[in-house]
């Protein structure tokens, strides 16, 4: 006796096992569409198609934008935060390994984060909310031990605490949306080594 094979539930991936490399093609394409355009501009259509894969398999594994947006940014912050502390690990001195980090940081140009949360609040649950931000503490992280690490080293010298040095340098490297209105004012030089000069000398008298 020949038995039928079950039908897929609606909207259900076509290969079940290839589940998980599916959702991080959308989570992918959607951190992507958020970063260049903020969170309000973005619809669930435009991720699927920059993802390659149908409206209703972005449905089966997300059941919103506000949960698509979440996860995608989240997981977006966990591989940033990854990456960065691979950086300040490498084997050569502290400032080098800033300069490294500003040049990555800075070579592609992408939405102003706060904005973008902003625009996101109201669609947000207060764990959503809490989820991203937690993720974002985790670069800020990984910039604080390395600059902790450089202060016992004697490498810096400051006053302040590692996680408002961290701040502060990731503060500093959002001038990276404005590279290109301040490309006069560099006369030819790396923005990015620039940044990390006036972090690393401050703008006090040498006098």
């Known amino acids: 006796m020949n038995k039928s094979k079950p039908k897929r539930a609606p909207g259900r991936p076509k290969f079940a096992d290839q589940a998980s490399p599916m959702r991080d093609t959308v989570l992918n394409?959607?951190?992507?569409?958020?970063?260049?355009?903020g969170y309000e501009p973005v619809s669930i259509n435009q991720i699927a198609d920059k993802a390659g894969v149908t409206k209703a398999s972005v449905y089966y594994y997300f059941s919103?934008?506000?949960q698509l947006f979440t996860e995608a940014i989240s997981e977006m912050m966990k591989r940033i935060s990854v990456y960065s502390s691979r950086i300040l690990k490498e084997e050569t001195d502290f400032k080098t390994r800033l300069a490294k980090l500003a040049r990555v940081k800075m070579s592609s140009t992408h939405v102003e984060f706060e904005t973008m949360m902003r625009e996101a609040l109201a669609s947000l649950s207060k764990e959503q909310h809490e989820q991203i931000r937690q993720a974002?503490?985790?670069?800020?992280l990984a910039l604080a031990e390395a600059f902790e690490q450089a202060l016992k080293d004697k490498v810096i010298e400051s006053p302040l605490s590692p996680l408002l040095l961290a701040h502060?340098?990731?503060?500093?490297?959002?001038?990276?949306?404005r590279e290109a209105e301040l490309t006069r004012e560099t006369d030819g030089e790396e923005l990015?080594?620039?940044i990390v000069d006036l972090f690393w000398?401050?703008?006090?008298?040498?006098?």
């Open 201 to 207: 000398n401050g703008i006090g008298s040498r006098a």
């Open 136 to 140: 974002e503490f985790g670069i800020h």
């Open 64 to 66: 919103n934008k506000a």
């Open 192 to 194: 990015p080594k620039l």
């Open 29 to 37: 394409a959607a951190s992507l569409l958020f970063m260049e355009f």
């Open 168 to 177: 502060s340098f990731a503060a500093l490297l959002m001038l990276g949306n």
